[in-house]
């Protein structure tokens, strides 16, 4: 089976985990500030906050920025859970607006119709690895005083207009699951211009404590590892040929599946250096199913991000949502994401162009 994902852990990262094992010291310490500085740089930003997860990164994010109970954050009901959930979990309320259909990102042009008085921040998604329509948003959040965070979970090294994913808004939010462009097996990081927010993250994140057992504020335990900061250091010098090949990979593909009768390959802006967290194809509609049970039968891993959109989870039902974004329903019922990490070998890359052809004359 060709696995959708796969992370690539090598040699040096063992030798690294080692040494810190080694070290005593496992906990978060010098290795996660070694972390943040150089993440900090990569992105070309003031400040870098390790956190224990993208999620946790969100959830401290939105603290940091003040937002508290009964405020509303504007964003996108494509994506996974987390980016709404984290506004549940400081008491405010996910507003959703719709996507551009090309894009899949939060329609920018949609926002200003749903700003209130509550509103506190917009919080755009970075999905697949294509930066939103920052210029926009940020003009719009501008113009209301709203705080803007990017989610760019699935972003590492991407840009808008020659800017680094996670530099684009007030702050932003990364994660290093196993599946992303880059990893620490767990671990999110937030980057920010802002010290003020910087600060209060790395408060919030250890118990709220600003000196030892001095705790100024309701805080959590959020922190990073040692054990993963070493990890993502060496992830971090590895992650622009990773994204290279990722990107290789994808213009293959779809030079290759462009012309395919029945699937949609993926557009990209000329804004943007996308970096193919997911290659994710629009597959005609009500054919998606037999198109993914036919790859798997060829021995072709995909996946589906998303099936359902955040509004439509069984939470957010009970809770009364009851939003209707019609291109976000559209792609939640068309998208299929295809192989395009980086350890895939031309041989796959040919069996899946081989695999897309043969379904398309039995299937569309």
Known sequence: MIPVAKPLIGEEEIKEVEKVLESGFIAQGPKVAEFEEAFANYVGVEHAVAASSGTTALHLSLLAAGVKKDDEV??????????????????????????????????????????????????????????????????????????????????????????????LGDMACFSFYPTKNMTTSEGGMITTNNSQMADMARILRAHGEKERYQHVVLGYNFRMTDIAASIGLVQLKKLNGFNKKRVENAEYMTEHIKDISGIESPYVSPEVKHVFHQYTIRVKEGKRNVLMEYLNQEGIGTGIHYPIPIYKQKLYQEMGYDDN?????????????????????????????????AASDKIF
């Open 325 to 357: 974004c019609p291109e976000t329903e559209k792609a939640a019922s068309e998208v299929l994401s295809l192989p395009v990490h980086p350890a895939l070998s031309i041989e796959e890359l040919e069996k899946i162009v081989i695999s897309l052809e």
């Open 74 to 167: 504007i964003t996108t009901p494509f994506s996974f859970v987390a980016t709404g959930n984290c506004a549940l979990y400081v008491g405010a309320k996910p507003v959703f607006v719709d996507i551009n259909p090309k894009t899949f990102n939060l329609d920018p042009e949609l926002i200003e119709g749903v700003i209130t008085k509550k509103t506190k921040a917009i919080l755009p998604v970075h999905l697949y690895g294509q930066p939103a329509q920052m210029d926009r948003i940020n003009q719009i959040a501008k113009a209301h005083d709203l705080v803007v965070i990017e989610d760019a979970a699935q972003a590492h090294g991407a840009m808008f207009k020659e800017k680094m994913a996670g530099s």
